[in-house]
């Protein structure tokens, strides 16, 4: 999955948004896994938004990482800050923990 600048350039995108790869924090193929649409705003609108897919079992750590490839400033995972419904969101929890069951959610990287 790659966009760059708002710009598709690779993966699968389905209702312009990029899926993920089928692939958990182990790498395993999955069996039965739950994807969640994600936009992503950057601070002062610098860049468009992001639009993708990510899967709920990921963590967030592991968004932060595809984030990394994702965004035109490509942050070192350790500098992003990600915010949802106003709260920061540490590395070791999963989307699933955080995330309600709204169709498509907003996130902050800050």
């Known amino acids: 999955v790659l966009v760059h600048s708002g710009v598709f350039i690779g ?3 389905t209702g312009g948004f990029l899926r993920p790869s089928r692939r958990m924090e182990s790498g395993r193929a999955e069996e039965v896994e ?3 649409s994600l936009i ?3 601070p002062a609108q610098r860049h ?3 639009l993708l897919s990510a899967w709920r ?3 967030v750590r592991r968004l932060k ?11 070192p995972e350790d500098t992003q800050r990600l915010i949802y419904s106003g ?10 923990e955080v995330l309600t ?6 996130l902050h990287l800050v």
């Not at 990482?65 to 942050?75: C, I, N, S, T, V």
């Not at 709260?87 to 699933?96: R, T, V």
């Not at 069951?101 to 907003?106: P, W, Y």
Request: hydrophobic share 35%; aromatic share 4%; no cysteine.
């Open 57 to 59: 079992s990921w963590s």
């Open 48 to 50: 468009p938004d992001l």
């Open 65 to 75: 990482a595809e984030l990394r490839h994702l965004h035109p400033d490509e942050p």
């Open 101 to 106: 069951k709204e169709a498509v959610h907003a």
């Open 87 to 96: 709260k920061l969101l540490p590395d070791h929890l999963f989307l699933q």
């Open 11 to 13: 993966g699968e995108e």
């Open 34 to 36: 739950e994807e969640v």
């Open 40 to 42: 992503v705003k950057s």
